[in-house]
């Protein structure tokens, strides 16, 4: 698909045509199978503290059955399927923006998280997902003595 790079009629914003091709590739390259300027699905946000993460992970329509939800290293992967849309001869579709199929979306943390100490609830279409730092990777402020 070849597109223009510069478009004339975006005068008073000369780095808005560069903007879009950015988020296009952003699109393409992190897998979205949503339509529009989304960059990934599922939608996840997560913050740090000093001591732990915790990111919440919206996930309308499925069941925590539909969902897996791994970590290697400070790597945390969150595969599901949802169910595929109506088909048939008789259907028209006039929208179809609801994703269907499986999706897998993988989110590097900032630091490792310790396997055994990982708390995931599933409420309402949001799984919020707990996850502590092990000891032996946590900061260690480190006296320091005069002479």
Request: net charge negative.
């Amino acid at each position: 698909m070849l597109q223009t790079i510069f478009s004339p009629l975006n005068i008073s914003d000369p780095f808005a045509d560069m903007r879009r091709q950015q988020s296009e590739m952003n699109r393409l390259f992190t897998g979205s199978r949503t339509p529009g300027p989304s960059a990934c699905y599922p939608p996840v946000n997560f913050w740090a503290g000093q001591d732990s993460i915790v990111m919440s992970i919206e996930l309308p329509g499925l069941t925590e059955q539909d969902i897996e939800l791994t970590v290697k290293d400070t790597m945390l992967s969150i595969r599901g399927t949802y169910p595929d849309s109506e088909k048939g001869d008789d259907i028209v579709w006039h929208r179809h923006e609801r994703s269907d199929g499986t999706f897998l979306r993988s989110v590097e943390l900032p630091f490792r998280v310790n396997p055994d100490q990982i708390e995931a609830r599933f409420e309402n279409g949001v799984l919020t997902v707990e996850m502590q730092r092990p000891e032996d990777d946590k900061p260690k402020r480190i006296a320091i003595k005069t002479t």
